[in-house]
């Protein structure tokens, strides 16, 4: 089993529809977590955090659901400029940082 | 502000070559983290120094390698360069070790192996 999985997409979209992504990752050691959007031919840049309690940022909302290793991602009254891949990243730490992205999950927001 | 540079931003080896990629990262931070992202895949990491010292290592062969400046820039060394290593490698910085929620990209290096 991979250590953080992703749904490769694409998720075709309307605008203004709400869309949601899963992740899951395989170990419970893993520590903490977050969500990159990264642009065509561009550098991953981080969205948000994700804690344990849930976490909004105006129509991004992360939850981690540490029971069942996943975490998720919602964007509602999507836009055109949220049309990017999205990345899951997992740190997991032992003696030593493990910073673990998944493949990515492809997101199309149709006009 | 001057975000985290690169260089070169492209590439081109032949197999069995050496390559060296460079990477200065923001003021003030002074961890600094390397990762490959081969097309359709995600970033996979493979350094982190901080303080000039490795902090993390990913599932990389021995050909790759790294160090870390006084000046907190860094570079990464490829040896024996094979068709397979072909990507963009990105450079992150972040003030300290693990702060991934602090961590910024550069705009990546990218290799093309011939």
């Known amino acids: 089993r991979k250590e953080v999985e992703q749904d490769p997409g694409p998720f075709n979209v309307p605008e203004g529809a709400t869309v949601a992504f899963n992740c899951t990752y395989s170990n419970s050691a893993s520590q903490s977590f977050f969500w990159y959007r990264q642009d065509c031919r561009k550098e991953p840049k981080l969205l948000m955090s994700v804690y344990s309690s849930g976490n909004e940022d105006g129509r991004f909302t992360a939850q981690l659901n540490r029971a069942s290793q996943y975490i998720s991602l919602l964007i509602r009254d999507s836009k055109l400029s949220d049309s990017a891949t999205y990345l899951c990243v997992v740190n997991k730490k032992n003696r030593d940082d493990k910073i673990i992205f998944g493949k990515g999950t492809r997101l199309h927001i149709l006009p | 502000d001057a975000g985290v540079t690169q260089s070169p931003t492209h590439l081109i080896k032949t197999r069995g070559q050496h390559v060296t990629l460079r990477c200065s990262p923001i003021?003030?931070?002074?961890?600094v983290s390397w990762y490959q992202q081969v097309l359709g895949q995600g970033p996979q990491f493979i350094f982190q120094?901080?303080?000039?010292?490795?902090?993390g290592r990913g599932n990389f062969p021995d050909r790759f390698s790294a160090r870390q400046f006084p000046n907190y820039s860094s570079e990464l060394n490829v040896n024996a360069l094979l068709l397979g290593d072909s990507a963009l490698y990105l450079c992150a910085s972040s003030l300290r070790t693990g702060a991934v929620h602090e961590q910024y990209f550069g705009p990546g290096t990218r290799l093309t192996v011939t």
């Open positions: 120094y901080y303080e000039k010292e490795e902090r």
């Open positions: 003021s003030g931070h002074k961890s």
